[in-house]
């Protein structure tokens, strides 16, 4: 079966998370991912966990999975001219090199429209290619701590805390792949290529922004606050049960209809305290003690099936070893398996976004580094295997 960007070729020159997800995202959906590595690699290939072979299990592994691998020194001149020549047959080049980067500057969109006035720049970067902050570097930490996420996450007097999945990372390389989709669709219609201009802190502020954050503060002069695994404006927490968590989520007055009658508790259905979302927020420390009380007399699993049977959202938290077992996970095929060569058969992510006439999949484990080198310069580019050797030798490739 075709897939939605069969046809596509992509050149990654990204590296650790947001630009590999962006570009693991397109290759996941058929486009030819060339990632393009320095020669001896990539500093990312040296973080861990690794395999015992020595293998990066996340960046030389799951990330890399149904892409092409390439060694280019872009820094050489014959490296540059065969940069020129593999531009000339791309449709998207992606890096994350910030704006003062010797890569960055060689890999200019007005270096590339040149080159090839089609081609589709994708571009993160911590701050973006213009402002006060364009040039520093960033990682995902720094863009999170930046946004004021940090300041109100983890509980009341802790310090400031930081999301342990780097989520700005993963929605910085999906919004990347989703401004390539925007670009690819204007050149569609007009024929013209775009620079896609993705910081970090964008989407990171963005999602605080989104929540009415901003607003809060400008709007009513309030600043929020820490408050643990509550949510804000709802009544939303994590409960111990007799063998575990379970985190429950009311939002709305017929939720609390349900949920006050699931813990046998009706007579606070009406209670003024508790009559709509803010002021079961306000006064959730007085809500906490009958909902922990119940569900300190009940099993996860006891706790889980009543409320569930009420039809309201709630959910186990899950150590890392019960997520990879979950049976839900399993159905949506989350988790797949690939023989990686000198490892073995190794889990990684499944396809997230699922089209039904054109979908995704994963199809090759990580390539080893350079492992198409010959395939792309003498297939693609049509150099001798004479001159290949040569270009080794000189630590062009």
Same mark, same amino acid.
């Given at each position: ?6 046809? $596509?070729? @992509? ?7 947001? %630009? =590999?997800?962006? !570009?693991?995202?397109?290759? +996941?959906?058929? *486009? ?87 081609? $589709?720049? @994708? ?7 213009? %402002? =006060?902050?364009? !040039?520093?570097?960033?990682? +995902?930490?720094? *863009? ?254």
């Amino acid at each position: 079966m075709a897939k939605v960007l069969d046809g $596509i070729r @992509v050149l990654d020159f990204s590296r650790y998370i947001s %630009g =590999p997800y962006c !570009g693991m995202l397109l290759a +996941d959906m058929g *486009a030819e991912v060339i990632r393009v590595e320095r020669p001896g690699g990539e500093d990312d290939r040296n973080l861990g966990p690794f395999t015992p072979d020595g293998q990066a299990m996340a960046y030389a592994i799951a990330l890399p999975r149904n892409k092409k691998s390439l060694t280019l020194n872009i820094r050489t001149e014959r490296g540059r001219q065969i940069l020129s020549e593999l531009v000339r047959r791309a449709d998207i080049v992606l890096h994350n090199f910030t704006p003062t980067a010797e890569e960055a500057k060689i890999l200019h969109y007005d270096s590339l429209k040149a080159i090839n006035p089609s081609i $589709i720049g @994708v571009i993160i970067t911590g701050f973006g290619q213009e %402002g =006060p902050s364009a !040039g520093k570097t960033c990682f +995902d930490s720094i *863009a999170q701590a930046m946004s004021g996420a940090m300041s109100y996450g983890g509980f009341p007097g802790s310090p400031p805390t930081r999301a342990s999945v780097p989520y700005v990372d993963f929605s910085s390389g999906l919004s990347a792949a989703l401004g390539a989709m925007f670009a690819l669709f204007h050149r569609e219609r007009t024929g013209i290529g775009q620079l896609v201009d993705i910081s970090m802190l964008d989407v990171a502020f963005g999602f605080v922004a989104g929540t009415g954050v901003a607003a809060e503060y400008r709007v009513l002069g309030e600043v929020r606050q820490q408050i643990g695994n509550s949510s804000f404006y709802n009544f939303t927490d994590c409960f111990k049960a007799r063998d575990g968590w379970v985190m429950i989520s009311i939002v709305g007055r017929g939720l609390w209809r349900r949920f006050c009658r699931a813990i046998e508790r009706e007579e606070l259905i009406d209670d003024p305290r508790f009559k709509d979302d803010m002021a079961r927020y306000l006064n959730r420390d007085q809500i906490t003690p009958f909902v922990a009380e119940w569900m300190g007399q009940r099993t996860m699993e006891e706790a889980i099936r009543q409320l569930e049977g009420a039809r309201l959202p709630c959910g186990p938290v899950n150590t890392i070893a019960e997520a990879v077992e979950d049976r839900q996970i399993a159905a949506r095929q989350m988790l797949v398996e690939v023989d990686q060569p000198g490892v073995g058969k190794i889990p990684i992510p499944g396809v997230a976004i699922r089209l039904s006439q054109s979908p995704g999949r994963v199809e090759t484990c990580a390539p080893a580094l350079g492992e198409h080198n010959e395939e792309i310069y003498c297939g693609l580019l049509g150099l001798e295997r004479e001159e290949l050797t040569r270009l080794k030798q000189e630590n062009v490739i």
